[in-house]
């Protein structure tokens, strides 16, 4: 599959459990993130990744925790969550280079937490 | 830090009318001004983007002006059709290359009437 993938496509999980949300880009990209999408507000960015290292975290939770083994990859890992977690999480992945900022989304991972 | 201002929150047109929507952004070192669409169940994908070198940049029907000085840009669907109907989000960054720190509007939710 090209373009940007994420696994799962939905999500419901206890608070107490662990999971972690997968994603991954085909594009030759340099940099990933990680957005957290609810209804009515705008997408937030949460991290940000450049060559495999973290450049942004964006006052996210610890029980958020996102992990970047090579350019290709990016999880994120998540534990003891909260309600007001569930939203949509998105991942995404540009170049770096001057003039190619364009960010391409994948589809997204639906989270319900109970 | 950036915060980007997007209104309106819905708008609805009909058939053939023309859509604008405006947003304004907070940090003059911002750059690099790109609109994403969104259907419903879909991911966010770059439609038009715009950098602070250029005042207006057209792609068939859609187009994106900017006022650096006012700091605010502006998206405009001219002939709109039912495919439009989807929520827009502007969001604005610093651009110069390297991992883009995107901030987003509210988002807009259009809606095409036939």
């Known amino acids: 599959e090209t373009g940007v993938t994420q696994t799962p496509r939905h999500l419901v999980m206890g608070m107490t459990n662990k999971k972690s949300l997968k994603c991954e880009q085909h594009?030759?990209?340099?940099?990933m993130y990680w957005y957290k999408q609810s209804a009515k507000k705008p997408l937030e960015l949460m991290f940000v990744?450049?060559?495999?290292?973290?450049?942004e975290n964006n006052s996210v939770p610890s029980r958020f925790s996102p992990e970047c083994p090579n350019s290709s990859h990016l999880f994120l890992h998540l534990h003891t969550l909260q309600p007001e977690d569930s939203a949509l999480y998105l991942c995404?992945?540009?170049?770096?280079?001057?003039?190619?900022?364009?960010?391409?989304f994948g589809p997204g991972t639906r989270l319900l937490v109970l | 830090g950036e915060n980007v201002e997007q209104h309106p929150s819905t708008l609805s047109v009909q058939e053939g009318d023309s859509a604008v929507i405006k947003c304004t952004y907070s940090?003059?070192?911002?750059?690099?001004f790109p609109w994403y669409k969104q259907e419903l169940g879909k991911r966010p994908q770059l439609i038009i983007d715009?950098?602070?070198?250029?005042g207006e940049k057209k792609d068939q029907r859609i187009a994106v002006t900017l006022n650096k000085t006012a700091k605010h840009f502006s998206l405009h669907i001219t002939e709109t059709q039912p495919e439009d109907s989807a929520v827009y989000f502007c969001?604005?960054?610093?651009?110069?290359?390297?991992?883009?720190?995107?901030?987003f509007g509210q988002g807009t939710r259009l809606t095409i009437n036939p």
């Open positions: 594009l030759g990209h340099n940099a």
């Open positions: 990744y450049n060559f495999k290292e973290q450049t």
């Open positions: 969001a604005a960054s610093m651009g110069g290359g390297g991992a883009q720190k995107l901030v």
């Open positions: 995404a992945s540009s170049q770096t280079s001057i003039r190619q900022e364009t960010q391409y």
């Open positions: 715009i950098r602070s070198n250029v």
């Open positions: 940090d003059s070192a911002s750059n690099y």
